[in-house]
């Protein structure tokens, strides 16, 4: 007679050893996928940090007893998200020559890499950021600088002299024009060789005008 247990038992760590194939699959798989999608900018444009987890990757891949074929395309993939034009252009070189065909180890391209990092970074050239958003923001802050400065600037306010002979909201013509005449005055007066009368019509309460109130 078959003991239960012990079937039971086998069931379960065939169960186990399922699942953990199908969880080492899954993670091979990811790490597969890391390494061809690695940019950069996720290593803040250093390098030496890209390569380290390139090569760590690499490891857990292997320690599954899977395989990867795919190191050279990965790395210039990679390589080809630098902002560094000097970079750029040196490891294109390689990359002509593989595309024409030529076998490139990859531990020999990420050395020339690294060596290349490595001499521009000592040299003080190396560009860690995109270069058109360094104007922009460059720009940017030079606007923003100016706008601040030309805002707490205080302007000299204009200052219009008012004639001597008129007060604010008062209508600019002579005072003498608005003064009515008296009762005992007639609505005529005369001012050197010019004639003036008293007009109701013009200003609220009347004005001496050039014309006679019937014209």
């Known amino acids: 007679m078959l003991n239960i247990k012990l079937i039971s038992g086998l069931i379960i760590f065939k169960i186990l050893i399922s699942y953990g194939s199908i969880g080492s699959h899954a993670g091979i798989d990811k790490n597969k996928s890391k390494l061809q999608q690695l940019k950069l900018v996720a290593y803040e444009h250093d390098m ?7 090569e760590a990757t690499l490891v857990q891949i292997q320690s599954k007893g899977e395989q990867f074929s795919n190191h050279t395309l990965c790395l ?3 390589f080809e998200t630098s902002y560094d034009p000097i970079l750029k252009n040196y490891i294109q070189t390689f990359k002509d020559k593989w595309d024409d065909g030529k076998d490139i180890n990859w531990t020999i391209l990420a050395d020339k890499a690294i060596q290349k990092y490595k001499a521009l ?3 003080g050239i190396w560009k860690s950021a995109d270069a058109k958003k360094q104007q922009a923001m ?9 706008t601040k400065v030309m805002g707490c600037t205080p302007h000299p306010k204009k200052t219009q002299d008012r ?5 604010r909201g008062a209508p600019k013509y002579a005072t003498w024009k608005s003064i009515p005449p008296t009762t005992d005055e007639a609505n005529e007066m005369h001012m050197g060789t010019r004639s003036y009368y008293w007009c109701l019509n013009h200003g609220s309460t009347g004005m001496w005008v050039a014309h006679k109130p019937a014209d």
């Open 121 to 123: 970074h000592e040299a």
């Open 48 to 54: 030496i940090k890209l390569m380290d987890d390139f």
């Open 138 to 146: 460059v720009l940017t802050s030079a606007i923003q600088s100016m």
């Open 163 to 167: 004639p001597k002979n008129t007060v």
């Open 76 to 78: 210039f993939k990679a």
